[in-house]
């Protein structure tokens, strides 16, 4: 599955005028080139119908565990509540690549986030 946003294409191409341009000497050697991308929550109000909201804020997952952080994934967690009411949390991608040892610490921190989620921790 894809899904063709053609973020990646105006990245590209904005490059390709900062590099004229900073070339051309009309931007400082010290400018430096940002991109920013839509986040997650934006594709909602963009690209889902408004009678099907609902059902894509209950899948909508957040990657707010980060490994040995319970501090950080409150706060994060926190922050996330002031954007979204309803959301799931999860990790960074690739546990398979992962050092092993990693996975029982992950697992938890997911159990402690669902449970301060829920209001009882």
Same mark, same amino acid.
């Given at each position: ?5 053609? !973020? ?18 009309v931007l400082a #050697? ?15 109000c963009m690209y ?6 609902? #059902?894509?804020?209950?899948a909508f997952y ?6 040995? #952080? ?45 449970? !301060? ?5």
């Amino acid at each position: 599955m894809a899904f063709e946003t053609g !973020y990646a294409e105006a990245a590209l191409a904005s490059w390709r005028i900062f590099e004229g341009l900073r070339r051309d000497g009309v931007l400082a #050697d010290g400018v430096r080139f940002q991109v920013c991308l839509p986040t997650p929550m934006s594709s909602a109000c963009m690209y889902v119908s408004p009678r099907s909201h609902d #059902d894509y804020l209950r899948a909508f997952y957040l990657g707010l565990i980060h490994h040995a #952080d319970e501090a950080g994934d409150r706060r994060r967690s926190a922050t996330a509540r002031t954007v979204t009411p309803r959301f799931g949390v999860a990790t960074e991608c690739g546990w398979g690549l992962a050092d092993p040892a990693r996975v029982g610490g992950l697992q938890e921190s997911h159990r402690r986030a669902a449970a !301060y989620l829920a209001g009882g921790g």
